[in-house]
Nanobody, 128 residues
Framework: QEQLEESGGGLVQAGGSLRLSCAVSRATSSRYAMGWFRQAPGKEREIVTAVSWSGDTTYYADSVKGRFVISRDNVKDTVYLQMGSLKPEDTAVYYC?????????????????????WGQGTQVTVSS
Protein backbone atom coordinates (compact mmCIF):
# COMPACT_ATOMS: atom_id res chain seq x y z
CA GLN A 1 0.00 0.00 0.00
CA GLU A 2 1.14 3.49 -0.77
CA GLN A 3 2.82 5.60 1.86
CA LEU A 4 3.07 9.35 1.80
CA GLU A 5 6.12 10.95 3.38
CA GLU A 6 5.85 14.64 4.19
CA SER A 7 8.68 16.98 5.04
CA GLY A 8 9.44 20.66 5.33
CA GLY A 9 7.30 21.85 8.20
CA GLY A 10 8.60 24.03 10.99
CA LEU A 11 8.47 27.37 12.74
CA VAL A 12 8.54 30.57 10.72
CA GLN A 13 7.80 34.22 11.38
CA ALA A 14 4.83 35.93 9.84
CA GLY A 15 5.61 37.02 6.31
CA GLY A 16 8.07 34.18 5.84
CA SER A 17 8.05 31.18 3.55
CA LEU A 18 8.15 27.42 3.83
CA ARG A 19 8.17 24.60 1.32
CA LEU A 20 6.49 21.31 2.07
CA SER A 21 7.20 18.14 0.15
CA CYS A 22 5.24 14.91 -0.09
CA ALA A 23 6.62 11.81 -1.74
CA VAL A 24 4.58 8.75 -2.66
CA SER A 25 6.38 5.51 -1.88
CA ARG A 26 5.35 1.91 -2.57
CA ALA A 27 3.40 3.24 -5.54
CA THR A 28 0.94 0.84 -7.14
CA SER A 29 -0.16 3.34 -9.75
CA SER A 30 1.61 5.71 -12.08
CA ARG A 31 -0.99 8.41 -11.71
CA TYR A 32 -2.04 10.20 -8.55
CA ALA A 33 -4.12 13.28 -8.00
CA MET A 34 -2.70 15.04 -4.96
CA GLY A 35 -3.90 17.47 -2.36
CA TRP A 36 -2.83 19.32 0.76
CA PHE A 37 -5.16 19.71 3.72
CA ARG A 38 -4.60 21.35 7.07
CA GLN A 39 -6.06 21.18 10.54
CA ALA A 40 -5.67 23.95 13.06
CA PRO A 41 -6.20 23.36 16.79
CA GLY A 42 -9.88 23.10 17.58
CA LYS A 43 -10.90 23.21 13.93
CA GLU A 44 -11.89 20.70 11.30
CA ARG A 45 -9.49 19.63 8.60
CA GLU A 46 -9.84 21.74 5.48
CA ILE A 47 -8.63 21.65 1.91
CA VAL A 48 -5.73 23.96 1.13
CA THR A 49 -4.89 23.09 -2.45
CA ALA A 50 -5.14 20.24 -4.92
CA VAL A 51 -3.66 19.30 -8.27
CA SER A 52 -4.56 16.85 -10.99
CA TRP A 53 -2.13 14.14 -12.03
CA SER A 54 -1.03 16.09 -15.09
CA GLY A 55 -0.67 19.30 -13.13
CA ASP A 56 -2.94 21.12 -15.55
CA THR A 57 -5.77 21.58 -13.06
CA THR A 58 -5.30 23.13 -9.65
CA TYR A 59 -7.53 24.34 -6.85
CA TYR A 60 -6.69 26.80 -4.08
CA ALA A 61 -8.74 27.73 -1.05
CA ASP A 62 -9.56 31.42 -1.00
CA SER A 63 -7.52 31.85 2.15
CA VAL A 64 -4.28 30.89 0.39
CA LYS A 65 -4.78 32.17 -3.15
CA GLY A 66 -1.88 34.29 -4.27
CA ARG A 67 0.32 33.07 -1.41
CA PHE A 68 0.62 29.30 -1.86
CA VAL A 69 1.64 27.35 -4.95
CA ILE A 70 1.26 23.63 -5.51
CA SER A 71 3.53 21.84 -7.96
CA ARG A 72 4.54 18.29 -8.72
CA ASP A 73 7.27 16.13 -10.15
CA ASN A 74 5.70 13.00 -11.58
CA VAL A 75 9.05 11.34 -12.16
CA LYS A 76 9.67 11.48 -8.43
CA ASP A 77 6.00 10.99 -7.46
CA THR A 78 6.38 14.07 -5.32
CA VAL A 79 4.17 17.08 -4.75
CA TYR A 80 5.32 20.38 -3.29
CA LEU A 81 3.56 23.18 -1.47
CA GLN A 82 5.39 26.50 -1.60
CA MET A 83 3.93 28.74 1.08
CA GLY A 84 4.65 32.44 1.11
CA SER A 85 3.52 35.52 3.03
CA LEU A 86 2.66 33.22 5.87
CA LYS A 87 0.23 34.39 8.53
CA PRO A 88 -0.35 33.17 12.08
CA GLU A 89 -3.70 31.78 10.93
CA ASP A 90 -1.80 29.40 8.62
CA THR A 91 -0.59 27.57 11.72
CA ALA A 92 -1.80 23.99 11.47
CA VAL A 93 -0.83 20.42 10.84
CA TYR A 94 -0.57 20.01 7.09
CA TYR A 95 -1.52 16.70 5.51
CA CYS A 96 -0.70 15.38 2.08
CA UNK A 97 -3.24 13.15 0.34
CA UNK A 98 -3.22 11.05 -2.82
CA UNK A 99 -5.78 9.38 -5.04
CA UNK A 100 -5.10 6.96 -7.84
CA UNK A 101 -6.49 8.26 -11.11
CA UNK A 102 -7.13 6.92 -14.58
CA UNK A 103 -5.31 7.93 -17.73
CA UNK A 104 -6.67 11.19 -19.07
CA UNK A 105 -8.45 12.17 -15.87
CA UNK A 106 -7.72 15.78 -15.10
CA UNK A 107 -9.57 16.45 -11.89
CA UNK A 108 -8.23 18.21 -8.81
CA UNK A 109 -10.11 16.74 -5.86
CA UNK A 110 -11.13 18.92 -2.94
CA UNK A 111 -13.12 16.51 -0.77
CA UNK A 112 -11.40 14.47 1.93
CA UNK A 113 -13.42 11.37 1.11
CA UNK A 114 -12.05 11.37 -2.44
CA UNK A 115 -8.53 10.58 -1.26
CA UNK A 116 -7.25 7.08 -0.62
CA UNK A 117 -3.91 7.68 1.04
CA TRP A 118 -2.79 10.17 3.67
CA GLY A 119 0.46 11.30 5.19
CA GLN A 120 1.08 11.57 8.91
CA GLY A 121 1.06 15.34 8.83
CA THR A 122 3.70 17.99 9.36
CA GLN A 123 3.40 20.90 11.75
CA VAL A 124 3.62 24.43 10.43
CA THR A 125 3.75 27.18 13.04
CA VAL A 126 3.72 30.84 12.08
CA SER A 127 4.66 33.27 14.83
CA SER A 128 3.44 36.86 14.88
Amino acid sequence: QEQLEESGGGLVQAGGSLRLSCAVSRATSSRYAMGWFRQAPGKEREIVTAVSWSGDTTYYADSVKGRFVISRDNVKDTVYLQMGSLKPEDTAVYYCAAKRTLMGEGHAYTAEYAYEFWGQGTQVTVSS
